[in-house]
């Protein structure tokens, strides 16, 4: 195999990977810094035992998000030197932002977290991790800021042979990035929301901490709430920015092939990329597709076969993903809905706790498309209209990134094996018993 | 030429910070198998390191990210031509990060033995290694005009590579008992002290030889021969030691290992300063060395991450001073049954 696909498999391997753990991490921060805020507030010892439960589980994913989060810095410079020479001067003074405005915090108050419930009053143990859950926060801003300008470079020239940086100001406060931030952070949230509501789901149906339950389930609730409807309408504006500027990605996500006008969105298609056609199209709803990318039914939508075929990303993958993370983006908000008008009687409707229970591995799936939607959606760009991804890979022998490509994936799987396997345990076991009923023991 | 040259003391800086903090508990890890007696013990060196560590292994992300932002060419030529040695790094550092945090899930005998191999392997290995990397960096690497690496991982393990993983390993494992001897007690503290007394003269013939031998393998004198005021470099690093051992002797380990902190930085200056302007040379072709003026971002990025790091590495070395202060106590048996320790 030629090193470019075995490079592309490493890259994908170890950020969908690393992106397992991420959002929790984003969503699950707040969640626990709301709980215990409330703890600080009211001394009340549920809050107490919802922050140590929710920690532990955070913790474990914590550890693997973070170790998974090193390799990926330097995969840039392993497996795409010619990319990192080209754009060195912007995409990785972002990173080195970064590290040192975000990373630092996020890292280092989490181990004060940890071990300082002793060393710090109860209102300095809750700020600690409000910086936790901002730090984290910020290193996905500035993350997110860097994979935007790939989508939608901005902000240079090209001189000496690179790109340099002529206006960063112009790089942080451009509209992609700003919609792409916004779409992945709030997703991170709903993810969280959905962790705890499932959890919380699995033990009030067992009618056991339902104290706690009752309690994390109602504050996930209200923040998946607002974020999954949040999302509907953040996609939407969303996807017209990217109809404007990535229009080869939007004909890919529909697998639109000709240029027309009141252009359809399919319930189900399947292209044959060969023949530069649909092999199946099912449920054609006319206009759709015209008024989801310009918001007029009757707005022209370019087709794929406008498009150089070597400018063409691969069609099947983008559509099936976009597919799935329309799909899920619109279950979310609909389920959190009858969540909430059945939040007071929540104990009495097993099956919806049920439905929340299996709902769990939902959003972890639908922000896994959402990256497949974006980045390869954006193939066969790196940069996109600037540099291709086959002119970005480091020369290396191929078996050396076929033996990494095979180490990331023992490693990573054993370590996801591992993470998740913790995580169900400690979710099943339950918070741990009230301080005062330890004493009454 | 200012710039390109601060940014060069920079880049040397981040690295030399990067080893001062993860030292010490890649140190503990190295440490781990050998003061490490009673699962106890094994409980306090872990938990010891436990609030910090996390925090440390940053600053190899930012060393990283800065090498990129500032010299990207240096970048991607230093981590492509070093493939190898960087994944097994990588790997390790991964495995043994985890490590931390699953060993106390269980009690399994099997389990915790898994994990404990995970922390020794994993501290040893990224010692070692970074050490052999950076003396060849030192000593020159074998890359052609397209930047791409002629040779293989033991091409590597010259003499002077492994002198310099000894020296990295040794300067870590004494940084590592130092901090142990500032929070733990009893039993364990006399091992770690003894484990001072025992590496300290071991190191210093070590870091004696590595200088000397630095004569023959390298062109790092050539500076030193320039700039004779950069032999103060040499006699700081050999003063981090030597106070780091009479402090040790009179029981003041946290001014002890403050002391060690500054042997370890110092003694990667010695070979940052050697190399200048040399970040990353050819040992096939010296025109082909790229150094801070050929290989630097453009002077805008320069001058935006130097606003960038001289307001946040200051706020960052601030807090986690602060960190460091807050768990400079005794780690106390009764601790390690906190639902919270590792």
Redesign the interface.
């Known amino acids: 195999m030629d090193v470019l696909l075995l490079s592309r498999l490493q890259f994908a391997v170890a950020t969908m990977f690393h992106f397992l753990f991420v959002p929790l991490t984003l969503g699950l921060s707040f969640l626990i810094a709301i709980m215990e805020t409330k703890y600080a507030k009211t001394g009340d010892e549920t809050y107490l035992r919802m922050t140590?439960f929710w920690g532990k589980l955070f913790?474990?994913n914590f550890?693997?998000g973070?170790?998974?989060?090193?390799?990926l810095?330097?995969q840039?410079?392993?497996?795409w030197?010619?990319y990192?020479?080209y754009?060195?001067?912007?995409?990785?003074?972002l990173?080195?932002?970064?590290?040192?405005?975000a990373?630092?915090?996020e890292?280092?108050?989490?181990?004060?977290w940890?071990?300082?419930?002793?060393?710090l009053s109860a209102k300095a143990h809750a700020f600690v991790m409000w910086l936790v859950a901002i730090g984290g926060s910020i290193s996905a801003v500035w993350i997110l800021i860097a994979n935007a300008w790939m989508q939608h470079p901005v902000g240079f020239t090209i001189?000496?042979g690179?790109a340099?940086?002529?206006d960063?100001w112009a790089i942080i406060t451009q509209e992609f990035a700003a919609l792409e931030i916004l779409h992945t952070l709030s997703s991170a949230y709903i993810l969280g929301a959905f962790f705890v509501m499932g959890i919380s789901a699995y033990h009030l149906l067992k009618k056991q901490h339902v104290d706690v339950f009752t309690r994390s389930f109602n504050i996930a609730l209200v923040f998946g709430l607002v974020a999954s409807i949040f999302l509907v309408i953040e996609g939407d504006i969303h996807a017209i920015d990217v109809a404007k500027k990535q229009p080869a990605k939007l004909a890919a996500m529909e697998s639109h092939w000709e240029t027309k006008a009141m252009a359809p969105v399919y319930l189900f298609a399947w292209p044959d990329e060969e023949n530069e056609k649909n092999k199946i199209e099912i449920g054609a709803i006319p206009g759709v597709l015209s008024f989801l990318a310009y918001h007029d039914v009757n707005a022209v939508v370019k087709g794929l076969k406008d498009f150089p075929k070597e400018e063409r990303p691969p069609v099947a993958i983008t559509a099936l993903a976009f597919k799935v993370m329309v799909g899920l983006g619109f279950y979310f908000p609909l389920i959190t809905i009858i969540a909430w008008f059945r939040r007071k009687k929540i104990m009495e409707s097993p099956w919806l706790l049920r439905i929340l229970l299996f709902s769990i591995p939902l959003p972890y799936l639908a922000i896994e498309a959402g990256w497949v939607v974006a980045e390869v959606g954006r193939q066969p760009w790196i940069v996109y209209g600037l540099m291709k991804t086959s002119q970005a890979a480091?020369?290396?022998p191929s078996e050396?990134v076929l033996i990494?490509l095979i180490?990331f994936l023992v490693?990573y799987g054993l370590?996801g094996f591992?993470?998740f396997y913790?995580m169900a345990?400690n979710a099943i076991k339950g918070p741990?018993p009230a301080v005062a009923e330890i004493e009454h023991a | 030429m200012i710039m390109q040259s601060i940014w060069f003391f920079l880049w040397g800086l981040l690295w030399a910070l990067f080893f001062m903090t993860s030292g010490f508990d890649l140190g503990i890890g190295i440490l781990y198998p050998f003061l490490g007696k009673t699962d106890t013990d094994k409980k306090m060196m872990i938990n010891s390191l436990g609030p910090l560590w996390d925090g440390n292994e940053v600053w190899l992300i930012t060393a990283g990210g800065v090498t990129f932002a500032a010299f990207p060419l240096v970048y991607a030529t230093m981590f492509s031509t070093l493939y190898v040695p960087l994944m097994l790094i990588l790997f390790t550092l991964i495995i043994r990060g985890v490590s931390f945090e699953f060993r106390g899930l269980s009690e399994k005998k099997a389990w915790t033995f898994i994990w404990d191999s995970c922390i020794f392997v994993g501290s040893l290995a990224p010692a070692l290694l970074f050490g052999v990397a950076f003396a060849n960096i030192f000593s020159g690497i074998p890359f052609d005009a397209n930047g791409v690496f002629q040779g293989n991982l033991f091409t590597l393990l010259t003499p002077y590579g492994i002198l310099g993983g000894i020296v990295f390993v040794l300067l870590f494992a004494m940084h590592g008992s130092l901090w142990l001897c500032i929070r733990t007690e009893n039993d364990l503290q006399a091992r770690s002290i003894k484990a001072v007394s025992v590496l300290w003269p071991v190191i210093v013939a070590g870091v004696a030889g590595f200088v000397a031998y630095s004569k023959f393998a390298t062109n790092l004198f050539e500076n030193y021969s320039k700039y004779p005021a950069l032999y103060l470099i040499i006699v700081l690093a050999v003063a981090g030691l030597v106070v780091a051992r009479i402090l040790a002797a009179k029981k003041m380990y946290f001014r002890a290992w403050g002391a060690s902190c500054v042997a370890i930085v110092f003694t990667t200056f010695f070979g940052i300063a050697g190399l200048f302007p040399n970040l990353f040379p050819s040992s096939i072709d010296k025109n082909l060395s790229l150094t801070a003026f050929n290989s630097s971002s453009s002077p805008l990025t320069l001058r935006i991450m130097l606003i960038v790091v001289l307001i946040f590495i200051p706020m960052v070395l601030a807090y986690q001073g602060w960190a460091y202060k807050l768990f400079s106590h005794k780690i106390k048996e009764e601790d390690l049954h906190h639902e919270e320790a590792y």
């Open positions: 140590k913790l474990i550890a693997v973070v170790v998974t989060g090193i390799s810095e330097f840039f410079g392993t497996n030197s010619k990192s020479v754009v060195g001067d912007i995409f990785g003074s990173l080195a932002i970064e590290a040192t405005v990373f630092f915090l890292s280092t108050f989490i181990g004060i940890i071990f300082g419930w002793k060393k001189r000496n690179r340099e940086l002529t960063l480091s020369v290396l050396h990494t180490g490693v370590l591992a993470g913790m345990i741990a």
